[in-house]
């Protein structure tokens, strides 16, 4: 076996970070980037229609991102939210970004959540989700969503991390419309 | 950013791996394999006591294994089970080892499933989920399981995913007993 597991980001991201460093304080410009890296690894051909973001909840400064790389590096836990979390948790220094010292993060996603992503976020020391899109729109292009725990956004609130969903719904639903009418292919379609 | 995630399994498991590729037709066996994964995972300091190793269902044949990598490589993703999954679907060249082609695969754990965990099983690909200590015997020890699907083994079972419980569960749980005894970090605590 490899010593190390390795999957590459989009090779087009590290120069859009470069680009987008910042502040953004209103909650839809801080979702239209999300769906921008959806937007964008669908024009690149470097993954599935969605993307994600993380930001300090305070000064609403972008930290890392993330897309969909399922396909593009053969590893089913490759979601975007995984990617952005894992990003910031390497820039940041530290597994648990709840940890003193580190800002407090924020998860932007063009959508909610899957099962394993949603159990993800405890671990993560993500304090706030924001979604774009619903499970119910990423089922409508043949996308899974997984057995997500039934009461999910109230078990995150038990943790002490807070939901907010149907930021720019609309838009992430159009992203994702694009990837099919592009014939993206839709994976772990037969569960 | 870096554009590459990178993250390091244990430099003694290759070497592990090569020495222990066989046939394990014994179920007992196999978990075994995976108990003794996380020993060595807190005999050599490379990370949290859990153990995970990928099989052939039909030969039995070792595949893939990993160990708990979170505090260690600095990613709370960095469960067993994600990393012997993952490094299942590199060998094996595909991220879904349901695709036809390959073998029908298990994953053989030394403790339940976190939520996350759980949620990553149906895009693994996995079709059989052996388990060591249950989660109360890691609650036991301070670990947290997070916020698990109350229905897990069924939501598992209506995707064809089969689950078998307690395999060795007390050998499973005297190695988290030495990780405390050997002072051990348990880390996701104050969730």
Same mark, same amino acid.
């Given at each position: ?13 590290? @120069? ?7 502040? +953004?304080?209103?909650?839809?410009? =801080?979702? =239209?980037?999300?769906? @921008? ?17 993380? #930001? $300090? ?11 969909? =790389? ?10 975007? @939210? ?12 530290? #597994? ?8 407090? !993060? ?7 959540? !899957? ?21 119910? $729109?990423? =089922?409508?292009?043949?996308?899974? @969503?997984? *057995? ?30 694009? +990837?099919?009418?592009?014939?993206? *292919?839709? +994976?772990?379609?037969?569960?």
């Amino acid at each position: 076996m490899e010593l190390t597991l390795c999957l590459n980001y989009p090779d087009w991201l590290p @120069e859009w970070l470069l680009s987008h460093s910042g502040c +953004y304080p209103d909650p839809n410009t =801080r979702m =239209r980037l999300a769906i @921008e890296l959806s937007q964008l690894n669908i024009q690149h051909e470097s993954g599935g229609p969605f993307g994600a973001a993380i #930001f $300090d909840l305070n000064s609403h400064t972008l930290i890392a991102a993330g897309t969909n =790389r399922v396909v593009s590096c053969g590893a089913s836990f490759a979601h975007a @939210e995984i990617m952005a979390i894992t990003a910031a948790q390497k820039k940041l220094g530290h #597994f648990d970004l709840a940890t003193n010292g580190l800002p407090r !993060c924020e998860l932007v996603s063009s959508c909610q959540p !899957c099962a394993m992503c949603f159990g993800a976020i405890p671990w993560s020391g993500i304090r706030h989700v924001a979604c774009g899109a619903r499970d119910s $729109d990423a =089922r409508n292009i043949g996308f899974d @969503e997984g *057995p997500r725990h039934p009461d999910w956004i109230k078990a995150l609130n038990n943790r002490n991390i807070s939901v907010d969903l149907d930021i720019c719904r609309d838009e992430a639903v159009a992203i994702l419309q694009a +990837y099919v009418k592009k014939n993206g *292919p839709i +994976y772990n379609t037969d569960l």
